[in-house]
């Protein structure tokens, strides 16, 4: 090449080469695990160029690859498949157009299936062509950020991946970095330059520091690869990526808590916080069954969740003997905000409950609520609390209705819902037995909520009994509670 004679060899799972007769001095042209590539082939062209081929497979199928020679920067390309047809192609022969393309024949034996064995086919001489070229690329997962999710107004790094999917290499590439689009105002960030040989289909990374504008905002970075198309690049469609700098962080953690020591009610108590640097809009909290089939039991909103703001809110859970197995029941709780996070895998957190033990057929003997009346602004939520006596009874199911759904409103675990200004009478009847019990709920004028965090939301109360229940010592650290790992 260049006048001077090129000697290329087969050694040890390489093809090695020189130029330099006197030193002697081997260089790797392709390395492959394929026996088939000690009878790889040479095709030479016009202006220098030079490519490698040689077959790469199994006993059923074998595939031509080809290594590209780039003499104007000495570089050779990684393996690039000629063929991907599944049959057997070898006897290859090829040559290099003006262009330094490559032209190949050789011959493909599709292998076919008989008798529950691998059989050779008819065989037929093929013919096929690579044209090679130059292709800078950039994708958005090639974009990071050091910190991960950086603070507004810190200082970070942005670091992106340029690769080369051509057949041919490259050098010096202006890399460019803008906080928003460019093309619609974005501000320029800084500019790199790739001055070291990329080879064709390897990828170098190219880094600027950034210091972020203070003030919570959304940042998209876009990188555009030679931003000024001086370069030749068949494909420009993938010459700009773009990714976000900044993004919400939710995380969830949860306890369960059995109400009352032989009940089949629940409550699953939950904190979601958003440690991100942008709001969590339409976050939903998702209460499942099992990791694996995750059966929907419930949902609820919580809005939106500023940057490092939390909140709290409970599910009741009714499970039975058949949701338990080996007397443990998995219960998922997962939160989802719109749009994408900066991490996933704590969305969502695990809580085990135990079975109740109990003795089977005990009847009902009294029943009653804990609370007789109940005071509620519109909005408002409070659990009617159900005492069933003896505590083992066996069929524990209990029916839930509002005299007036108008003013306020019952679910079928005694959740009162108020909804305007009155009274009605919410009366809850035992399945065994038929016994009955009343509460009155007053629902009064509503008044204008105290300002503050929306994490203090005061709106979903929790009956006090309930409430002191879930803060004792015994409920924390109780044998019963397992809080949730967190994690897939």
């Known amino acids: 090449m260049n006048d001077k004679p090129m000697l290329f060899w087969y050694q040890n799972n390489k093809v090695l080469y020189t130029k330099d007769f006197n030193q002697f001095t081997p260089e790797v042209a392709v390395e492959s695990s394929s026996a088939a590539l000690s009878n790889y082939s040479l095709a030479m062209g016009e202006n220098n160029s030079l490519s490698l081929l040689w077959g790469k497979g ?14 104007t920067f ?46 050779f086919d008819e065989t037929d001489l093929t013919f096929s062509e690579l044209t090679v070229g130059r292709d800078l690329s950039i994708e958005a997962e090639d974009i990071t950020f050091s910190p991960e999710n950086p603070a507004p107004g810190g200082s970070v790094t942005v670091t992106a991946i340029v690769n080369n999917k051509g057949e041919l290499a490259d050098k010096d590439i202006p890399v460019a970095f803008y906080d928003g689009n460019p093309l619609n105002g974005g501000q320029k960030i800084g500019e790199e330059m790739i001055s070291s040989v990329l080879a064709a289909g390897d990828g170098v990374s190219v880094s600027v520091n950034w210091q972020m504008p203070a ?47 032989y009940s089949n009610k629940y ?34 909103s919580l809005g939106s969740l500023d940057p490092g703001q939390v909140k709290e809110d409970f599910f009741t859970l009714e499970a039975n003997a058949p949701d338990f ?102 009366t809850a009847s035992t399945e065994d037995g038929s016994f009955t019990a009343t509460a009155t709920i007053t629902v009064q004028t509503a008044s204008n909520p105290p300002a503050g965090n929306v994490g203090d939301d005061k709106n979903v109360v929790i009956h006090r009994a309930v409430r002191d229940e879930l803060t004792r010592d015994s409920f924390l650290k109780g044998s019963e509670i397992l809080p949730g790992g967190g994690g897939e």
């Open 58 to 71: 199994t006993g059923t199928s074998q595939e031509i690859n080809v290594a590209v020679y780039d003499p």
């Open 74 to 119: 000495d570089s050779w390309s990684k393996p690039i498949a000629l063929t991907d047809n599944g049959a057997i192609n070898d006897n290859i022969t090829a040559t290099l157009d003006s262009s330094g393309n490559i032209l190949a024949v050789y011959n493909k034996t599709d292998v076919i299936t008989q008798d529950g064995h691998p059989a």
């Open 215 to 261: 003030g919570i905002a959304s940042h998209e970075v876009y990188v555009l690869v030679d931003p000024e198309n001086l370069k030749a690049d068949r494909n420009r469609t993938n010459n700009t990526a773009h990714a976000g700098a900044t993004s919400p962080d939710l995380s969830i953690t949860a306890l369960a808590k059995q109400l009352g020591e």
């Open 267 to 300: 409550l699953v108590k939950y904190t979601a916080a958003n440690g991100g640097y942008l709001p969590a809009t339409n976050t939903v909290v998702t209460l499942a069954r099992d990791s694996d089939q995750e059966t929907v039991l419930a949902e609820k």
């Open 325 to 426: 197995s080996n007397g443990i029941m998995e219960i998922i709780v997962r939160a989802k905000a719109d749009g994408q996070e900066l991490q996933m895998d704590n969305n969502f957190t695990e809580v085990y409950i135990t079975a109740p033990e109990r003795t089977d057929n005990v009847p009902i003997k009294a029943f009653s609520l804990a609370q007789k009346s109940l005071s509620l602004k519109p909005g408002e939520k409070e659990a009617l609390i159900e005492i069933i006596q003896p505590s083992d009874a066996s069929n524990r199911k209990v029916y839930w209705n509002s005299n007036n759904e108008n003013i306020a409103s019952v679910d079928k675990d005694g959740m009162v819902m108020a909804l305007r200004r009155g009274t009605t009478t919410v």
